[in-house]
């Protein structure tokens, strides 16, 4: 009888207060090894004791969702559960079990009241998922509380924004309680200093949330990254200054020679051995830029000699049913030829 609720107990959103973890969930619970051992008979202070021993969360079946699932068998006053488990500062793990439990049962108002407090913790907790550990912050696990509708495998039950509340009347007007208010009324609002952070101190994540603040979208980041890169680029290309000298000195040179071979054209004074020479260099010239200079005289003489090769095509075979063929056929056997 250790996986029924006490009849007299409230409950929770119109039913027993252990549906609100899923079906298959508290069965693989119930059929766990530490349920049936450790789990039996217990009261609130013993979960507060057991709690004080585990050492990681997450996981199924995990000692941490045993626990809390006889929390909400056993359903302790919720001032207990922020006396004993949230507000004690020296085991971290049944803090988290409590900050749960009280996220599950918790009135709207009581859980931004009690949770928000607790994003000044820092602590590491050593989180079992389905495949793998990883660590988990205590801040970020709170985070997950008030923001996801999903943590740790179990379905949350829906809790209304702050602001809402704040409309209603459930909760004072202003932002939630931090220990950066006065850095921030140094800084000028949350913006200004998300931008220090961001640009100053280098720090993605305030440059994340910056932009999600101001509406950047992705595209937009695209667009900046494509112009920083463009621009650097630029920068850093080298002018289109030659890299050696000789190659200057040779167009002067060149320049030079083709006035003076003018000149010598008009006036009638050039020699075969200026053309001899100037021909040499030509094919220098040619040599050098490799590929990327094509003779056209060479492609002609190819062709021509590719075309020179090629056989003539034969002659086509006579008909069968013409005289010439069969006057051939007559002739090979030693017989007239017809008339």
């Known amino acids: 009888m250790a996986n029924i609720t006490d009849p007299l107990i409230r409950a929770i959103q ?112 050593r989180c079992r998922r389905y495949q793998d550990w990883t660590l988990l912050y205590m801040d970020e696990f709170i985070h997950q509380l008030l923001t996801e509708t999903q943590v740790l495998g179990i379905t949350l039950p829906r809790l209304p924004a702050r602001a809402t509340l704040q409309e209603a009347g459930y909760m004072d007007d202003g932002p939630r309680p931090t220990a950066l208010r006065e850095v921030l009324e140094d800084a000028g609002g949350p913006l200004e200093f998300l931008k220090q952070k961001a640009f100053q101190q280098n720090s993605q994540a305030a440059l994340d949330l910056y932009e999600k603040r101001q509406g950047i979208t992705t595209k937009d980041k695209k667009k900046k990254d494509k112009e920083t890169t463009s621009t650097s680029t630029k920068r850093d290309e080298p002018d289109d200054k030659p890299t050696t000298k000789s190659s200057d000195d040779e167009r002067q040179d060149d320049k030079k020679r083709k006035h003076s071979s003018k000149r010598k054209k008009e006036e009638g004074e050039v020699n075969d051995d200026d053309e001899k020479s100037s021909k040499k260099k030509k094919k220098k010239k040619d040599r050098s830029y490799g590929s990327l200079v094509k003779d056209s005289r060479k492609k002609s003489k190819s062709k021509s000699s590719e075309a020179d090769d090629i056989p003539a095509p034969a002659a086509p075979p006579p008909d069968e049913n013409s005289e010439e063929y069969w006057n051939e056929q007559r002739a090979k056997l030693g017989l007239k030829a017809l008339k």
């Open 14 to 125: 119109g039913s027993d207060p252990q549906n609100l973890m899923e079906y298959i969930t508290r069965q693989k619970i119930y059929d766990s090894r530490y349920w049936k051992e450790e789990c039996f008979g217990l009261a609130a202070v013993d979960v507060l004791e057991k709690a004080a021993k585990i050492q990681t969360i997450g996981g199924l079946p995990s000692k941490f969702l045993c626990l809390t699932l006889k929390l909400l068998q056993l359903q302790p006053d919720a001032e207990d559960i922020i006396e004993s488990f949230i507000q004690q500062d020296d085991f971290k793990y049944v803090r988290a079990l409590g900050a749960l439990y009280l996220r599950m049962t918790g009135r709207p108002d009581d859980i931004y009241s009690e949770l928000e407090p607790l994003y000044r913790d820092f602590r590491k907790l």
